[in-house]
């Protein structure tokens, strides 16, 4: 039965649980800088990036990253090892555009992540347009013997909004995305954020439903904030941006989940900025708070992930 994904306690599918049943025991996943740069900023989509991203990282040498990814993944991993007893390990290309590159540096990096015996796979964000066939196969070629996953930044299946916040690429650019990178033995993680001027809880809703249709293993959800430096607290400071209020923003969560496939995995429903550089919202919780404010919530409800799907158990005993 599909709430047999679910963890009993969160009343969700979370990416721990889901790795803990896949592999059998505590896996983390550890960030990397490979050093990538972004095709919505070098002029190749856009100069001027998404209106959030944080253009102080922007400054040209840090797009090069100074520390081998041997010493970042040696430091990620003893961290992990020591904080919460992680045995295995996922390396995250998280920075920028990870597949936006020569495929000899892609393949360079990827296999020298992979070459550590407590790596059991990579993760690797990156856009919809910017996955060239030759990447394509090298990571199909991966996946054969490890654990693959292409994590794609949709934010929003809105093209106005898209439009709006510069993203550069079209829904129609994120499915076609998706449809090559299917059925290559290959996980599909999806990024969206909430909160975007002029979205309606509504419309984001049909997210949910349209992932429903798609190959997707797992999503990544956080609310639209706004960090210093970027267009975006510019909007926020001239009324174009009101940050959804932290209620709003659970009462969505929630309901996106119950209408979630409990087979797609959760791995974020938060987004925190440090707070030397965050402008708004300051809604002032840690990420694990927040991750609860959703449990007890979903608790408060009766409900769980894909309660509300068809065919889904309407009885909360079952979990
Ligand atoms: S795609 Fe990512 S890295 Fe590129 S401009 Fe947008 S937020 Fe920044």
Request: proline letters at 4%; hydrophobic letters at 35%.
């Amino acid at each position: 039965m599909p709430e047999s994904y679910i963890n009993k306690d969160l009343r969700f599918n979370s990416y721990g649980t889901y790795l803990r049943r896949r592999f059998g025991y505590r896996v983390s996943k550890v960030n990397v800088d490979g050093g990538f740069t972004c095709p919505n900023r070098d002029g190749t989509r856009g100069d001027g990036g998404c209106v959030y991203c944080d253009n102080s990282s922007f400054s040209p040498n840090s797009t090069l990253a100074r520390i081998p990814i041997e010493i970042q993944m040696l430091e990620g991993m003893a961290y992990h090892r020591r904080r919460l007893g992680s045995e295995k390990f996922i390396i995250y290309f998280q920075k920028y555009t990870n597949t936006y590159g020569p495929v000899s540096k892609l393949r360079d990096l990827y296999h020298r992540a992979l070459s550590h015996p407590d790596v059991l796979g990579i993760s690797v964000g990156t856009r919809p347009d910017s996955l060239s066939d030759e990447c394509l196969e090298l990571l199909t070629e991966l996946a054969t013997r490890h654990y693959v996953c292409v994590e794609l930044g949709l934010q929003s299946m809105d093209d106005a909004i898209l439009n709006r916040i510069n993203r550069g690429h079209t829904l129609a650019e994120y499915l076609q995305a998706v449809h090559r990178l299917s059925g290559r033995g290959i996980e599909l993680c999806t990024h969206l954020i909430y909160g975007f001027p002029g979205e309606t809880r509504r419309g984001f809703l049909r997210t949910a439903d349209l992932l429903a249709t798609l190959p997707i293993n797992s999503v990544k959800l956080h609310q639209l904030h706004a960090v210093k430096g970027t267009r975006l607290a510019e909007m926020y400071r001239q009324g174009e941006f009101v940050p959804v209020s932290h209620q709003e923003y659970l009462a969505t969560v929630c309901d996106f989940l119950e209408i979630l496939p409990p087979q797609i995995a959760v791995q974020r429903l938060y987004g925190s900025a440090p707070l030397a550089i965050r402008v708004a919202p300051n809604w002032d919780f840690k990420n694990n708070q927040m991750w609860y404010t959703v449990v007890n919530e979903l608790k408060r409800r009766g409900t769980w992930q894909g309660c509300r799907l068809a065919g889904s158990s309407s009885r909360v005993g079952n979990l």
